[in-house]
């Protein structure tokens, strides 16, 4: 099919299209139960015809125009249903979808993370005076007690979780922002943090420090560094689109994975509030026995439960694609 005869036999459907969103400004109620019916036959029509385009003309300016037409109609025809259930299905459904649907990038952050984690601490247990070097100095009490101490004092304890739990909070939005530098830099940061998580836990572990250390992260880390490398999948994602944009324009591309990303962050965002309140309150409490290894991966057995099950839930929620 040529691009003139594509358009002269779809231009019809467009035109009605268009003319049933004026219509509608914004409020298809406006247009009354067949006009609404009808609306919902064209911007259907629209989606096929937006399919067949990009797959024969993706580089026609006429399938961005057409593109446009069809993201209105979206707006217009789910206008009533977003306002109303928009908030509810984002966070019952939404928000675990957009973490499920980047799965591969999921995954390149988990290994980036959790790869640069392991090596860093075998590399602190085999030669910690050398691991050290990458423990930053707010740290590095916490994983190396000065000589003749007995361990951390409350206080020195309450500071460390704190100084853990403000840096993951800093890593998991620097994780987002910095895959804008083409996904580099996004995984950088996550490699280089993993290096830094895995440096503390083996100088630790060579200083005899671990357990001690260990109960003051578990809690509220495992579920701050798995919104880390959710955040880092979505930053990562957000580069990649400027790496491979496709038939897309590279800030077409750009914007289109705008505003899941930006979705997936404040998705993200309740969760590192409770791990605030567990690094408040549990962290700092001194639990002896399994109590803070029960609560840290309890919240990270809940965090990644949800993922599975209502990210692959069959409702679909569209006001965030």
């Known amino acids: 099919m040529t691009l003139d005869r594509f358009e002269r036999e779809r231009a019809g459907g467009w035109q009605a299209l268009e003319a049933a969103l004026g219509r509608a400004g914004g409020r298809p109620e406006r247009l009354g139960a067949a006009g609404v019916l009808e609306l919902g036959a064209l911007y259907r029509g629209a989606a096929a015809d937006l399919a067949l385009a990009r797959r024969l003309f993706p580089g026609d300016p006429l399938t961005g125009r057409l593109e446009g037409l069809v993201v209105r109609a979206r707006a217009v025809v789910y206008a009533d249903v977003g306002r109303r259930r928009a908030p509810v299905d984002?966070?019952?459904?939404?928000?675990?979808?957009?973490?499920?649907?980047?799965?591969?990038?999921?995954?390149?952050?988990?290994?980036?993370?959790?790869?640069?984690?392991?090596?860093?601490?075998?590399?602190?247990?085999?030669d910690p005076d050398a691991a050290a070097g990458l423990v930053p100095g707010s740290f590095i009490d916490g994983a190396n007690p000065p000589r003749g101490?007995?361990?951390l004092t409350t206080a020195q304890s309450a500071s460390f979780s704190s100084e853990i739990f403000t840096n993951n909070i800093q890593v998991t939005f620097q994780a987002f922002a910095a895959g804008l530098l083409f996904a580099v830099g996004g995984g950088v940061l996550l490699?280089?943090?993993?290096?830094?998580?895995?440096?503390?836990?083996?100088?630790?572990?060579?200083?005899?420090?671990?357990?001690?250390?260990?109960?003051?992260?578990?809690?509220?880390?495992?579920?701050?560094?798995?919104?880390?490398?959710?955040?880092?999948?979505?930053?990562?994602?957000?580069?990649?689109?400027?790496?491979?944009?496709?038939?897309?324009?590279?800030?077409?591309?750009?914007?289109?994975?705008?505003?899941?990303?930006?979705?997936?962050?404040?998705?993200?965002?309740?969760?590192?509030?409770?791990?605030?309140?567990?690094?408040?309150?549990?962290?700092?409490?001194?639990?002896?026995?399994?109590?803070?290894?029960v609560v840290g991966v309890g919240l990270g057995v809940l965090y990644w439960s949800l993922v599975l099950w209502r990210g692959h839930s069959r409702r679909r929620d569209l006001a965030y694609k």
């Open 191 to 293: 490699l280089y943090n993993g290096l830094i998580l895995g440096a503390v836990l083996g100088v630790a572990a060579a200083n005899g420090n671990l357990d001690q250390v260990a109960r003051l992260v578990v809690a509220h880390g495992v579920l701050e560094l798995s919104c880390i490398v959710v955040a880092g999948a979505a930053g990562l994602r957000l580069g990649w689109a400027l790496v491979a944009p496709g038939p897309l324009r590279r800030l077409d591309a750009l914007a289109a994975q705008a505003r899941p990303a930006m979705a997936i962050v404040l998705g993200t965002a309740p969760w590192l509030v409770v791990a605030g309140v567990v690094e408040g309150y549990v962290s700092p409490a001194g639990w002896g026995g399994a109590g803070p290894y």
């Open 90 to 126: 984002f966070l019952t459904n939404g928000y675990w979808r957009l973490v499920v649907e980047r799965r591969l990038a999921l995954a390149v952050a988990v290994a980036l993370f959790v790869g640069g984690a392991v090596f860093a601490f075998v590399w602190g247990v085999v």
């Open 149 to 151: 101490s007995r361990g």
